[in-house]
C-alpha cells in the first residue's frame, strides 16, 4: 500500500505561484509514475499532470502546459506541482495519485492509490 498526503495549497491572487507536495509512505514511489489530478465545485476531476519514475518524461493537460511543472524527488519519495501564473478557473481541490504501471496515463481508473486532496483557490 502507498499513503500520499498533499499539502501546499492555500489562497492566492491570480497570477501568483504555488508549489503543492506529494508525501508518499508505506512503499517507495520509485516504481511508479505519478499524477496530479483537480476537482473543480461542480465538475469532475480532470487530469492535471503526470511523472515518469526517474522524472525524465512528462506530461501536462493542454489548461496548464507552460505554467505547471511536475517533478519528483524518489529520494525524499515526494512530488511535486509547481504552479505559476495562477488563473482563477485553477481553482480546485488537487490530487495527488500512483500508477503501478509504465506508461504516461491520463485517466482516473488508470491510478491505484489516490491522496485526500489540498485546496487551490486562486481570487481573480
Known amino acids: 500500500q502507498v499513503q500520499l498526503v498533499e499539502s501546499g495549497g492555500g489562497l492566492v491572487q491570480a497570477g501568483g505561484s504555488l508549489r503543492l507536495s506529494c508525501a508518499a509512505s508505506?512503499?517507495?514511489?520509485?516504481?511508479?509514475?505519478m499524477g496530479w489530478f483537480r476537482q473543480a465545485p461542480g465538475k469532475e476531476r480532470e487530469f492535471v499532470a503526470t511523472?515518469?519514475?526517474?522524472?525524465?518524461?512528462?506530461y501536462y493537460a493542454g489548461s496548464v502546459k507552460g505554467r505547471f511543472t511536475i517533478s519528483r524527488d524518489n529520494a525524499k519519495n515526494t512530488v511535486y506541482l509547481q504552479m505559476n501564473s495562477l488563473k482563477s478557473e485553477d481553482t480546485a481541490v488537487y490530487y495527488c495519485?500512483?500508477?503501478?504501471?509504465?506508461?504516461?496515463?491520463?485517466?482516473?481508473?488508470?491510478?491505484?492509490?489516490w491522496g485526500q486532496g489540498t485546496q487551490v483557490t486562486v481570487s481573480s
Open positions: 508505506g512503499r517507495t514511489i520509485s516504481n511508479y509514475y
Open positions: 511523472i515518469n519514475w526517474i522524472g525524465s518524461s512528462t
Open positions: 495519485a500512483a500508477e503501478r504501471g509504465n506508461r504516461i496515463a491520463t485517466l482516473e481508473h488508470e491510478y491505484d492509490y
